[in-house]
Nanobody, 124 residues
């Protein structure tokens, strides 16, 4: 499975971005997907996850602003980010679980495939 993120960039505080994660090489619709982020000097942080069936879960601190979704016909997962803050600035990574999961996967160690990331910078 190969994952390619896109949609990052520079945005002003209060703005929105939609990140995309295009998956190839396997049956996308069966895989649970997730988004993580990592800012310089900080630990990798869970952002949101979506199960194989479409159930979603977002980090408590991001609920209400960040939403994960998927389009199986396009082999793509999305992360919609609203009301962005400077502290949201980070490299955002997409991850794919190796198999089917009926629940969102929040443990990074359970993901088998990772993209290279897309940079999000929020200016104040």
């Amino acid at each position: 499975v190969q994952l390619v993120e896109s949609g990052g960039g520079l945005v002003q505080a209060g703005g929105s971005l939609r990140l995309s994660c295009l998956a190839s090489g396997s049956i996308f619709s069966t895989k649970a997907m997730g988004w993580y982020r990592q800012a310089p000097g900080k630990e990798r942080e869970f952002v949101a996850a979506i199960s194989s069936g479409g159930s979603t879960y977002a980090a408590d601190s991001l609920k209400g602003r960040f939403t994960i979704s998927r389009d199986n016909a396009k082999n793509t997962a999305f992360l919609i980010m609203n009301s962005l803050k400077p502290e949201d600035s980070a490299m955002y990574y997409c991850a794919a679980h190796g198999g089917f999961s009926i629940v969102p996967v929040t443990n990074a160690d359970e993901y088998d495939y990772w993209g290279r990331g897309t940079q999000v910078t929020v200016s104040s």
